[in-house]
């Protein structure tokens, strides 16, 4: 008994943490058939969505998220990690996909790279890119027009 009462202590002080804090849902376009990225915006105000991650900056849908209000993780894809390890072209990547939005899309976040394993797994020939990529991409949000 005092064992079940422990662990409904226990999950009702984790409850109360995770009341307070936002939901977010990552925006996958890989699929058939999908929605619009004006619907897909529409359908998270419609259920208080105030987060989303993007796997990579697409066009159509960082001009639907303009104005509405929704916290952005913003990737940059696997295949852009090579080029982002050069300073000139990680400049250039957050001023065509971040700056060119900011601050109209509320972009918080940066991820760079996605699922990258260092020891197997497709993704692993991208593993000494995300570094300097990091760190490049990281200095471009600095050093650009708009500062990140």
Known sequence: MASLLLLLALFTANLRVIV??????????????????????????????????????????LEALKNSRIDLLLGVPNTDLH?????????????????K????????????????????????PYTPHVLPAIQNVYQAGHTCKRPL
Not at 29 to 44: I, K, R
């Open 20 to 61: 307070g804090q936002q939901i977010g849902v990552c925006y996958g376009m890989l699929g058939n058939d999908l929605p619009s990225a004006c619907e897909v915006v529409d359908l998270y105000k419609a259920n208080n969505i105030k987060q989303m991650r993007l796997y990579d900056p697409n066009q159509v849908a």
């Open 83 to 99: 080029r982002a390890t050069n300073p000139d072209d990680a400049h250039q990547w957050v001023q065509n996909t971040v700056s």
């Open 101 to 124: 939005f900011y601050p109209s899309v509320n972009i918080k976040y940066i991820a760079v790279g996605n699922e990258v394993n260092p020891v197997d797994g497709a993704n692993w």
